[in-house]
């Protein structure tokens, strides 16, 4: 069982008069989430190009890049939709601690 106190939870008495309260948690990088949007989009623009019916007035390599754009786009929306959702829970994990600023304090 826990105990009602955590030890890395800081209390009033423990905190000295420069220390700042913050928030810490594991965040998610943006680009990452991006990146593989707009992959996805691409690969899935390449099959939808290569594997559907030959057009006449179009070549199959004008529609890839045609498709892969749009996908692309549509890609990242829905990756920068997902980076918000896990962010949003990794937030709710948070925990507080306190920064204690290191350094002269004659030099902030």
Do not use: C, N
């Not at 423990?14 to 810490?24: L, R, S, W």
């Not at 989430?33 to 996805?40: D, P």
């Not at 290569?50 to 786009?73: C, I, K, M, N, P």
């Amino acid at each position: 069982m826990e105990s009602s106190q955590h030890p890395s939870t800081p209390t009033p008495a423990d905190k000295a008069p420069g220390d700042i309260e913050v928030e810490v948690y594991a965040a998610p990088r943006f680009w990452p989430f991006v990146g593989i949007g707009a992959l996805l989009g691409v690969v899935i623009a390449f099959v939808s190009a290569f594997t559907g019916e030959e057009s006449a007035d179009f070549s199959r390599a004008a529609v890839a890049g045609f498709l892969s754009v749009a996908f692309a786009f549509f890609g990242v929306l829905l990756a920068g939709i997902v980076f918000l959702v896990v962010d949003r829970i990794t937030r709710k994990k948070a925990r507080r601690a306190l920064a204690v600023p290191m350094g002269d304090p004659e030099h902030r």
